[in-house]
């Protein structure tokens, strides 16, 4: 590489960083990815400046040698994503569920609403849907901190299959993963308290960062009565206007009008069960009813 080359290459490097994380970045975010077209220039930038500087593109990362997924290719669920927003056909193994499992049952986290006043806790302290007896909860989260102690969880985010996964989606290795993780609860609670305490069971799309996408792991098995996850498949480049410039959430009927019930996925499986994502798609949670379930997902960006 010339001398010149190298100048162009810091120059070009200096401008994007600064036209994509300067000081009103997050205002910036919201505006440019909530647009299917957004999210490709920002991908396009990266993809230059990675092309430019090669050699710094993964240097960040922690690769591991080999894949924990035995005999599938990236470009499987690449493709599917693009095409659905979704694809499925991943799975973990059973030893790295049972470790999440129990790391999950000793590990602090965290609530919402009046639980959050209670600060960390451990899942144990909740029973009934009630923290410590007092404070009714629906979600209880873990941090990326948190998770950093768990050695099956950092295998997974240093897995060389699901890192070709999100550089291919992308198209530019990722420059951020977070790791995050959480119970949904069972709960009887009444549906708006229920809205109030664990927002995402509302149909809704993520606007994280300017481009991004997941992988989600049950830990737990999830059937119709214990938490599914659902979205609305095509749904991460198809919205109309009105959807694009009103919040991102949006009101079961309001969904179901336009993109038809039928395209609606309701996502069960049994613990160890994964599929990654789009998070521009609407989806939603739902709230357990016969029993809590356990949500792994890793976060590219």
């Known amino acids: 590489m010339t001398s010149d080359t190298l100048k162009y290459s810091s120059a070009f490097s200096k401008l994007t960083e600064r036209t994509w994380t300067g000081k009103h970045n997050r205002t910036m975010e919201r505006l440019v990815a909530r647009f299917h077209l957004g999210r490709r220039a920002y991908s396009f930038l990266q993809s230059q400046r990675e092309i430019l500087n090669f050699n710094d593109a993964k240097q960040h990362l922690q690769i591991s ?160 009565s214990s938490g599914p996850h659902i979205m609305m498949k095509n749904s991460h480049d198809k919205k109309p206007l009105k959807m694009l410039f009103a919040p991102c959430q949006q009101t079961d009927d309001a969904i179901h009008n336009y993109y038809g019930k039928e395209k609606e996925i309701i996502i069960e499986g049994n613990r160890g069960f994964g599929f990654f994502q789009d998070p521009y798609c609407f989806h939603k949670a739902t709230t357990p009813v016969t029993s809590d379930r356990l949500l792994l997902q890793i976060r590219y960006f």
């Open 65 to 224: 040698p080999k894949s924990v997924f035995d005999g599938v290719t990236a470009n499987t669920y690449v493709e599917k994503i693009r095409q659905e927003g979704v694809a499925f056909g991943i799975n973990l193994p059973a030893p790295m569920i049972d470790e999440i499992y129990q790391y999950a049952c000793t590990a602090p986290c965290y609530g919402t609403g009046t639980a959050r006043d209670e600060g960390d806790f451990l899942i144990t302290e909740v029973k009934n849907g009630y923290l410590r007896g007092k404070h009714p909860i629906a979600l209880a989260e873990f941090s990326n901190s948190t998770l950093m102690g768990c050695q099956a969880i950092n295998n997974l985010v240093q897995d060389p299959l699901l890192l070709e996964v999100a550089r291919n989606y992308l198209g530019y290795w990722p420059t951020k993963i977070l790791r995050y993780m959480s119970w949904t609860l069972v709960s009887s609670l009444p549906e708006e308290q229920q809205k109030r305490l664990n927002e995402p069971v509302i149909y809704h799309y993520d606007i994280p960062s300017y481009n991004s996408v997941r992988i989600y792991f049950y830990i737990t098995d999830v059937d119709a």
